[in-house]
């Protein structure tokens, strides 16, 4: 039996991987008092203190507060500072939605997304610039979930953006220019994880299809040889755990989402999980082995030491094979 890694994931000093730990790994209510105090310090301490302390403080005379990071655009560019990425960021790191959040999510919602498509239709996705192409699916994604765990899945232009995005997979499937027109399996993973938030009595039939082809297309090959299509070999980030996630996709995320969506028995995912466990130290805990870029705002730890969010995603996934969780996190003998 390996030491179990829960005290570690729960000391003060590192609130957000406390915060998830208790969330994610007990299953403690949000209204848990140890709960609702760690949630409250996660934007009091490194990484996210940082990442707040960058945000545009200035105001706009027409529109009051900006909410954005590094110039008013659509938010994408320069990776990884502007800001749909500290949307991101800060959604993974758990942060409650305080006022500079709040700001910057109203600020995606109505400056990253297009009116219409390019025949004129009504659309509303996010996109990562001005070209007609750059409403992707791995965008979409990612936004569609952070959005979703900041209080504005409801809100009808997070609606509006996940709709739209569901009706084009529906149409054209996962094909995407940046991966030379052929189906990308990263923003296959990103869409999964955010539509499977979507609480099932509201999930259209647009959005029930597209989870069901995007169980579909992640289960046509073993994600642990990754032979989806691509112009190019298979990328090295797919075998590499990552904190925190960008726009590209891992094995481990991958195996979460099937698992999430009642795939954890199908044998794929059962091979996806023994490689997990094979990474594990001897202390219960797994490195970090890749990070977005260099250019972030904050540290998220260092590559090749053990991390406290990584450590987090793989026992979510490892979850209904632990034992007594609440007394210890213990990987099965």
Request: hydrophobic share 40%; proline share 9%.
């Amino acid at each position: 039996m390996e030491t179990a890694p829960l005290p570690w994931l729960l000391e003060p000093e590192n609130p957000s991987a406390r915060y998830l730990a208790l969330t994610e790994l007990l299953d403690r209510p949000p209204d848990d008092a140890e709960v609702v105090a760690a949630r409250a310090a996660i934007p009091n301490v490194d990484p996210a203190r940082s990442i707040l302390d960058a945000q545009f403080a200035g105001t706009d005379p027409a529109r009051g507060p900006t909410g954005y990071w590094v110039k008013p655009d659509v938010g994408y560019s320069p990776k990884y500072r502007a800001t749909v990425w500290q949307v991101l960021f800060l959604a993974q790191l758990g942060a409650p939605p305080i006022e500079p959040i709040r700001r910057a999510c109203e600020y995606v919602l109505d400056h990253s997304r297009r009116p219409t498509d390019r025949r004129g239709n009504p659309d509303g996705r996010f996109v990562a610039g001005k070209g007609a192409r750059t409403a992707i699916n791995c965008l979409n994604g990612n936004l569609l979930w952070a959005l979703g765990r900041f209080g504005y899945g409801d809100d009808p232009r997070t609606v509006e953006a996940r709709e739209a995005t569901a009706r084009a997979i529906v149409r054209r499937g996962f094909a995407c220019h940046y991966n030379g027109g052929l189906p990308c399996a990263w923003g296959c993973v990103k869409v999964l994880r955010a539509l499977l938030e979507v609480p099932t009595e509201k999930r259209s039939a647009a959005v029930k299809e597209t989870i069901e082809q995007s169980v579909e297309f992640l289960l046509s090959v073993p994600p642990l040889e990754a032979t989806y299509p691509t112009p190019s070999r298979v990328s090295d980030h797919w075998f590499k755990l990552g904190f925190p996630l960008a726009y590209r996709a891992d094995v481990l995320e991958a195996m979460t989402v099937l698992a999430e969506a009642g795939q954890r028995n199908h044998p794929h995912v059962q091979a996806g999980i023994e490689w997990l466990l094979a990474k594990q130290d001897q202390a219960g805990r797994w490195r970090l082995e890749g990070v977005p870029g260099n250019k972030m705002w904050a540290s998220f730890g260092r590559a090749g030491e053990p991390n406290k969010w990584v450590t987090l995603r793989a026992l979510v996934l490892l979850k209904p094979r632990l034992e007594n969780p609440k007394d210890g996190v213990q990987r099965e003998s």
